[in-house]
Nanobody, 125 residues
Framework: QLQLVESGGGLVQPGGSLRLSCAAS????????IGWFRQAPGKEREGVSC????????KYAESVKGRFTSSRDNAKNTVYLQMNSLKPEDTGVYYC??????????????????WGQGTQVTVSS
């Protein structure tokens, strides 16, 4: 069974950092691009970042550029999202999603086939 599991969320003060992990089971991530998305209460799901299967290409939403970094360790079948300088507006449920890498890297959630269950990130003092 193909499964993605996010972890690493929590409560952090503004200006703090968190690292989210997205671990796959039932399939290898080697051929998949991975997207990170978030959804705040009452808002639509928003694309945050995506990373190619090799890790050589990344794309970020303007709102997180320079603060968030996506990386991956295919040997561990895991993708990461390092989030620095967190702001209250970064609060939400964060999801990772997978799609076969066709060399088009999108922050559109409709492009992704497999989704994790999400992890809560709360940025508050």
């Amino acid at each position: 069974q193909l499964q993605l599991v996010e972890s690493g969320g929590g409560l952090v003060q503004p200006g703090g950092s968190l690292r989210l992990s997205c671990a796959a089971s039932g399939f290898t991530l080697d051929y998949y691009a991975i997207g990170w998305f978030r959804q705040a209460p009452g808002k639509e799901r928003e694309g945050v970042s995506c990373i190619s299967s090799s890790g050589g290409s990344t794309k970020y939403a303007e709102s997180v550029k320079g603060r968030f970094t996506s990386s991956r360790d295919n040997a561990k079948n895991t993708v990461y999202l390092q989030m620095n300088s967190l702001k209250p507006e970064d609060t939400g449920v964060y999801y990772c999603a997978a799609v076969i890498d066709h060399h088009t890297y999108s922050l559109n959630s409709n492009m992704y086939d497999y989704w994790g269950q999400g992890t809560q990130v709360t940025v508050s003092s």
